[in-house]
């Protein structure tokens, strides 16, 4: 029980760590990450993803200019979590029938779930045994980039990053709003005012210092929303057009 207890203490004090110790994790600890992941819940048992280990520096450097975030080279270990048909595709091909349904839309987003699902694992086991971690959805600033850096074939796509090592830095614990804003009964629950119901968390969000900007405080949440609703990456808006690219038929 108390093991139990240590562990969702663990996932109650979560943090993004950007910054790790110039320590490598060792084989046994690697190993036992891999093997959760291996053990993750899957749809339908098709373990539709696959998980590509980063060591080379150059393809390293790579990732992190698609990420903008140069500490993205320098994490100990950096994972790329992906959607991965083509190996189920291939095996359905050696015992003889067509297998044109390998490219749909629902096997995309089953092998982009599991990706996400075994990420999630990782992490939480990274955590219970004194590691940290960040998750790279920058990668996705440039997925075809990506695509081509790791020689991901047709029915792949790239998920999420993740970067994991020993901490060297203790960020604040970042705020969240309250959960009857997000956990409903029976149905969804809609606002007459979302700022009204927000104030006090918005007034939170100014005291809380992200260390990337070590030196000031963050705009508050629904600033935060305004701008990033009013940012768009012309990169992000071609996502579609990548995943097309490898091999899916995702149709709007």
């Known amino acids: 029980m108390n093991q139990i207890n240590e562990m969702i203490q663990r996932q109650l004090q979560h943090r993004t760590i950007r910054e790790f110790k110039d320590i490598s994790i060792s084989r046994e600890v690697f190993d036992t990450l891999m093997e959760i992941a291996r053990r993750t819940a899957t ?4 373990q539709s ?11 390293k450097k790579a990732i992190a200019e698609v990420c903008k975030q140069e500490y993205v ?10 959607v991965d048909q083509f ?6 091909k050696e015992k003889g029938p067509t297998t044109e349904n390998a490219a749909d ?9 599991d990706a996400c699902l075994a990420s999630q694992n990782v992490v939480n086991a990274a955590e219970a045994m004194d590691l940290g971690a960040v998750y790279l959805g920058s990668i996705l600033n440039d997925p075809i980039k990506i695509c081509e850096v790791l020689n ?3 029915l792949t796509f790239p998920v999420v990053g993740l970067g994991i090592g020993y901490p060297n830095q203790h960020p604040q614990l970042k705020p969240r709003f309250e959960n009857r804003l997000r956990v409903f009964e029976n149905s969804y629950r809609i606002f007459d005012s979302y700022l009204e119901e927000i104030k006090d968390y918005d007034e939170e969000m100014t005291t809380y210092y992200d260390l990337r900007n070590a030196n000031r405080r963050v705009d508050s949440f629904s600033d935060q929303v305004v701008t990033k609703l009013d940012t768009s990456m ?5 996502i579609l057009k990548a995943i097309r690219q490898q091999g899916f038929q995702i149709d709007i």
């Open 43 to 46: 749809s339908n048992g098709m």
């Open 49 to 59: 993803y696959s998980i590509i280990r980063v060591t080379a520096p150059s393809i």
């Open 73 to 82: 080279g320098r994490a100990p270990e950096l994972l790329i979590f992906m």
């Open 87 to 92: 190996r189920n595709n291939n095996i359905a």
């Open 105 to 113: 839309m629902d096997r995309f987003f089953q092998g982009f779930t």
């Open 152 to 154: 991901l074939p047709k």
């Open 234 to 238: 012309s990169n992000r808006q071609e």
